[in-house]
């Protein structure tokens, strides 16, 4: 069975990463956190070039027109978190945008980071915010353009190449992923042919015009949005923009790139990608990280031994978690009955017994499937804080992520999302959008060598860690 959805809400998808009252550093340094180089873009002759109007020919729909575009035109929306760490880098993005306009003697634009969007229930999932966006900037701007915290842009030349596109027109515009074949994170969509529908990386930036905002703003004041979940942001932001063949398809733009500052077609793009990682604190020690494998009985056998084989040995403290008790893993039998379907019965009493069992002094959770190759990441506090309140699961076979995503955010504890614990295989997700990831996990072992999965995508090269490079896969690997 696929992980059951995180709910819109109160969680972004796939995996869970909790920061509550700790000091630095972040999760992410349980993978052996870089230091990563410091970037700022500056455009060296932006000056003289401040005062040239851009103009463009637009060729796209068989006219031939002269486009003009100001920056103050674009709005720039950053996808931002509320955790501290997150919310620094987009502020400095934020910044480095300001800065590039005012170097080229422009009107500042605006810049918005999604997370100071709170009033706005699942701000994050970007639908609920058009409305506003249509409301606020429908008369005076172009475009909406959005990018993660680690986009970075070359200003004048997102406004060449925005002015390319006549504004008047619907535009959904991103740099084009697709699936090879079809995939269960994406409901198996397009099965006969998945390579047809594009939906943009979100790394390289993407952007709406104005008419296409306004028109999408109308059809969310008609018909409401229904679902209350989300799997793959960007994916299902493209079928709703679709709409089943009544709205535009994604328009690749070359320009919209995730490769790496150093790139040597850095000078093509607007927009390029931090594919280091983050200089987020010193590593986590290892006896600081409690490991819990959930398991049962039928799975002994085929499951632990890859887990073994793999990244057991990476973990100091570790436990296996099951409905039966054997001692050549060892497993403990938590007492929870093993379920088809979700499992919040037996993450309770994991929860339950780290608090009660383990160390007083280990402050950091990590909950993994037995067929995960490293799931949840949970500090002390948080569950500490979990636990004494009243929610709890409401059957034991529940979806232990809905149900956790629910508590957390009626506890006003933060969930940080990373996209580098994913949910299915590397075969799930397409080729350029791993590409430019150092991941963290994947999850499923059907139809793969999860034992070769791991060697190519997760194991740990200290050499590499320790001068924040990223792994680079063989491309059948891919």
């Known amino acids: 069975m696929p992980r059951e959805p995180g709910c819109r809400g109160c969680s972004p998808p796939a995996a869970l990463v909790l920061l509550l009252l700790l000091p630095p550093p972040s999760p992410l340094t349980l993978l052996r956190c870089a230091r990563a180089l410091a970037v700022t873009i500056v455009a060296e002759d932006a000056k003289e070039k401040a005062e040239q109007p851009v103009l463009q020919k637009f060729e796209r729909s068989g006219k031939s027109s002269e486009v003009k575009l100001e920056l103050k035109e674009i709005v720039f929306v950053i996808q931002s978190q509320s955790n501290y760490f997150h919310s620094k880098r987009a502020e400095d993005l934020k910044q480095n945008i300001l800065n590039q306009a005012a170097d080229l003697g422009k009107e500042l634009p605006r810049v918005l980071l999604i997370h100071q969007m709170d009033r706005h229930e699942g701000a994050w999932t970007i639908l609920p915010l058009i409305p506003d966006f249509s409301a606020t900037y429908g008369r005076n701007s172009s475009w909406i353009f959005f990018c993660e915290e680690d986009t970075r842009i070359q200003i004048l030349k997102l406004l060449e190449t925005l002015g390319r596109f006549d504004k008047s027109k619907e535009w959904f515009l991103g740099k084009a992923l697709y699936d090879e074949e079809s995939t269960i994170i994406h409901h198996y969509a397009f099965a006969e042919n998945p390579t047809v529908f594009k939906f943009p990386d979100f790394a390289a930036g993407w952007a709406l015009s104005l008419p296409l905002v306004n028109k999408l703003?109308?059809?969310?004041?008609?018909?409401?949005?229904?679902?209350?979940?989300?799997?793959?942001?960007?994916?299902?932001?493209?079928?709703?923009?679709?709409?089943?063949?009544?709205?535009?398809?994604?328009?690749?733009?070359?320009?919209?790139?995730?490769?790496?500052?150093?790139?040597?077609?850095?000078?093509?793009?607007?927009?390029?990608?931090?594919?280091?990682?983050?200089?987020?604190?010193?590593?986590?020690?290892?006896?600081?990280?409690?490991?819990?494998?959930?398991?049962?009985?039928?799975?002994?056998?085929?499951?632990?031994?890859?887990?073994?084989?793999?990244?057991?040995?990476?973990?100091?403290?570790?436990?296996?978690?099951?409905?039966?008790?054997?001692?050549?893993?060892?497993?403990?039998?938590?007492?929870?009955?093993?379920?088809?379907?979700?499992?919040?019965?037996?993450?309770?009493?994991?929860?339950?017994?780290?608090?009660?069992?383990?160390s007083s002094k280990t402050p950091w959770l990590v909950i993994v499937d037995d067929d995960t190759l490293i799931r949840m990441v949970f500090s002390r506090t948080a569950v500490q804080k979990l636990l004494a309140s009243k929610c709890r699961c409401y059957s034991t076979d529940a979806p232990d992520d809905m149900v956790l995503g629910m508590c957390f955010s009626g506890l006003g504890i933060p969930i940080t999302h990373s996209p580098l614990f994913h949910q299915a295989r590397p075969m799930d997700y397409p080729k350029d959008y791993l590409s430019h990831q150092i991941p963290i996990s994947f999850h499923k072992h059907w139809n793969i060598d999860p034992v070769k999965v791991y060697f190519t995508w997760l194991a740990p090269n200290t050499e590499d860690s320790l001068n924040g490079k990223k792994h680079r896969h063989p491309k059948e690997d891919l």
């Open 217 to 358: 703003a109308k059809r969310l004041k008609s018909e409401p949005l229904k679902s209350d979940f989300t799997i793959d942001l960007k994916h299902e932001i493209a079928l709703y923009i679709w709409h089943k063949g009544n709205g535009p398809h994604l328009t690749t733009v070359p320009e919209f790139c995730t490769d790496n500052m150093d790139s040597f077609k850095a000078g093509h793009c607007a927009t390029m990608f931090n594919i280091f990682l983050p200089l987020c604190g010193d590593p986590v020690k290892e006896e600081d990280v409690f490991v819990a494998v959930k398991t049962c009985q039928k799975f002994h056998g085929d499951r632990i031994p890859i887990v073994k084989q793999t990244w057991e040995n990476e973990a100091t403290l570790i436990e296996y978690y099951s409905d039966y008790a054997e001692t050549s893993i060892p497993t403990v039998d938590l007492g929870i009955p093993n379920t088809d379907r979700g499992h919040c019965g037996k993450t309770f009493a994991i929860l339950e017994r780290f608090l009660n069992s383990s």
